[in-house]
């Protein structure tokens, strides 16, 4: 079960220029992230931006939501989800980071298994990945989502039943003409 992991409240920026950077980051809309949305668009994907996902908890967010798949994207930033590749603790009040950037970590994995539960896929793109590369990345999974199985006669589900449709449609038609 998740539990928040309050660091205690945050310490004075150590200088002007931190505080302003702090200050101007923001929480969505980010270049990554607009990056990301314009190659989806690019691909004709449609999708809503910082909404929450239905069956989930209210305060958390999805960056990006894919709702016909049910995908639920994130673009993390590399400092604050603490990337692999990139991650460092700054070296003013460390400690506090430290707990703060573990706090955000464990939240990212109850937010994952949250959306999982209520059968979302999730997937989570680095800010440093190439936008075009994880669009497609996240086309070839909306394929696979949304992939139809075929019936007997190699048609698609969703094509077999709107003849069904017609066709019970035409019968409808006969039946009330000869009455």
Same mark, same amino acid.
């Given at each position: 079960m998740y539990e928040h992991l309050n660091p205690g #409240?945050?310490? @004075?920026?150590?200088?002007?220029?931190?505080?302003?950077? $702090?200050? =101007?980051?923001?929480?969505? *809309?980010? +270049?990554? %992230? @607009?990056?990301?949305?314009?190659?989806?668009?690019?691909? *004709?994907?449609?999708?809503?931006?910082?909404?929450? #996902?239905?069956g989930t908890n209210r305060r958390r967010r999805v960056d990006i939501l894919l709702r016909g798949a049910r995908i639920a994207l994130f673009v993390d930033g590399c400092f604050w989800h603490s990337c692999p590749e990139h991650s460092q603790l700054p070296r003013a009040n460390r400690e506090w980071w430290r707990l703060k950037l573990l706090g955000i970590t464990l939240r990212d994995h109850d937010t994952d298994a949250q959306l999982a539960e209520a059968g979302w896929l999730v997937v989570r793109v680095w %800010?440093?990945?190439?936008?075009? %590369?994880?669009?497609?990345?996240?086309?070839? @999974?909306?394929? %696979?989502?949304?992939?139809?199985? =075929?019936?007997?006669? *190699?048609? &698609?589900?969703? +094509? &077999?039943?709107? $003849?069904?449709? +017609?066709?019970?449609?035409?019968?409808?038609? &006969?039946? &009330?003409?000869? +009455?």
């Open positions: #409240p945050p310490p @004075l920026a150590t200088n002007a220029a931190t505080a302003k950077v $702090m200050r =101007n980051t923001r929480r969505t *809309g980010t +270049r990554p %992230e @607009l990056a990301l949305r314009r190659a989806l668009h690019r691909r *004709g994907l449609r999708f809503v931006v910082d909404r929450t #996902p239905a %800010e440093h990945e190439d936008p075009e %590369e994880a669009a497609h990345r996240v086309h070839d @999974l909306i394929t %696979e989502r949304t992939a139809q199985p =075929n019936d007997a006669k *190699g048609r &698609s589900a969703q +094509r &077999s039943n709107k $003849m069904k449709l +017609r066709d019970s449609d035409t019968t409808r038609k &006969s039946l &009330s003409r000869t +009455r």
